[in-house]
T-cell receptor
Framework: DAGITQSPRHKVTETGTPVTLRCHQT?????MYWYRQDPGHGLRLIHY???????DKGEVSDGYSVSRSKTEDFLLTLESATSSQTSVYFC?????????????FGDGTRLSIL | GESVGLHLPTLSVQEGDNSIINCAYS??????FIWYKQESGKGPQFIID?????DKRQGQRVTVLLNKTVKHLSLQIAATQPGDSAVYFC???????????FGTGTSLTVIP
């Protein structure tokens, strides 16, 4: 299994609070991704990173920000959480990005915004 | 936008039988496809991939078929086992960026 650790695995918080999710990898891969998974939808890309301090938006980036200060860590922040952000969040990594190879996923963070 | 979906949301098969899971895609420029398996409470797990210059690729007990003419992808699992019970979904990308598009999944249940 790819060395990907997501933390926390579960979180319950209130609307309006800030939330940060962490993804840590031990594979030294260049590309890291944040997705959300909701019933009736396939995984949807929030943000991704193609190197330290290099990030870009995905299709559902509104309300989220990311940071990558080290190769191994990719943080996803909800500045002011809303109930619509209740979801399961997955981090993924790939060595080269694009269509060269698959992305490998962590086991997710289940986030509930009350 | 992209459209990646599955024909059947659920599939039940008898242990030992073969399973076929289907996926349709809409972007004719897609050139790389992946099948993932997702067990309850876990992240998606890579099963097999195929590039658009191929029609078929085999792995251990799994085969992926790609029909570019009708933009259809299928995953065949031979001698299905209880451990194969999971949600399976396809993903595709056109290679022009880092955007993969994922299907919603088919839930496979293996009956012992």
């Amino acid at each position: 299994d790819a060395g990907i650790t997501q933390s926390p695995r579960h979180k319950v918080t209130e609307t309006g609070t800030p939330v940060t999710l962490r993804c840590h990898q031990t594979e030294n891969h260049r590309y890291m991704y944040w997705y959300r998974q909701d019933p009736g939808h396939g995984l949807r890309l929030i943000h991704y990173s193609y190197g330290v301090k290099d990030t870009d938006k995905g299709e559902v980036s509104d309300g989220y920000s990311v940071s990558r200060s080290k190769t191994e860590d990719f943080l996803l922040t909800l500045e002011s959480a809303t109930s619509s952000q209740t979801s399961v969040y997955f981090c993924a990594i790939s060595e080269y990005g694009g269509s060269n190879q698959p992305q490998h996923f962590g086991d997710g963070t289940r986030l509930s915004i009350l | 936008g992209e459209s990646v979906g599955l024909h059947l949301p659920t599939l039940s098969v008898q242990e030992g039988d073969n399973s076929i899971i289907n996926c349709a895609y809409s972007n004719s420029a897609s050139d790389y496809f992946i099948w993932y398996k997702q067990e309850s409470g876990k992240g998606p797990q890579f099963i097999i991939d195929i590039r658009s210059n191929m029609d078929k690729r085999q792995g251990q007990r799994v085969t992926v078929l790609l029909n570019k003419t009708v933009k259809h992808l299928s995953l065949q699992i031979a001698a299905t086992q209880p451990g194969d019970s999971a949600v399976y979904f396809c993903a595709e990308t056109s290679g022009t960026g880092n955007q993969f598009y994922f299907g919603t999944g088919t839930s496979l249940t293996v009956i012992p």
